[in-house]
């Protein structure tokens, strides 16, 4: 079985930072693709940022890319997503998520922490 939970979430001015962190327990951990998504109030879920096994394959999604940075410690079986210059609409629950395929379809995602929130003041 594989477990993730979220931290680090919180609130932050707009323009600044925030790392979440996205602990994982399951012997898996390090030939899993992990993912962050977010999904903000009355709207569908949407893919933030996936990241290979290996750590050397990234995609980010266009409204966050300069901004965010998905990297992960496989030692530590820990996921992050280091968040900078943060606007209002970064604001949502973020969810740390894992699969077997390199994707950034959120359907194709079988293992899901429980979401940490995030939310920019204006």
């Not at 609409?89 to 995030?118: F, K, L």
């Amino acid at each position: 079985q594989v477990y993730l939970v979220e931290s680090g979430g919180g609130l932050v001015q707009t323009g600044g930072s925030l790392r979440l962190s996205c602990a994982i327990s399951g012997r898996t951990f390090s030939s899993l693709v992990m993912g962050w998504f977010r999904q903000a109030p009355g709207k569908e879920r949407e893919f933030v940022a996936a990241l290979s096994w290996s750590g050397i394959g990234t995609t980010h999604a266009d409204s966050v890319k300069g901004r965010f940075s998905i990297s992960r410690d496989n030692a530590k079986s820990t996921v992050y997503l280091q968040m900078d210059t943060l606007k209002p609409e970064d604001t949502a629950v973020y969810y740390c998520a894992g699969a077997r395929v390199y994707t950034v379809t959120a359907e194709r995602y079988g293992y899901w922490g429980q979401g940490t929130q995030v939310t920019v003041s204006s």
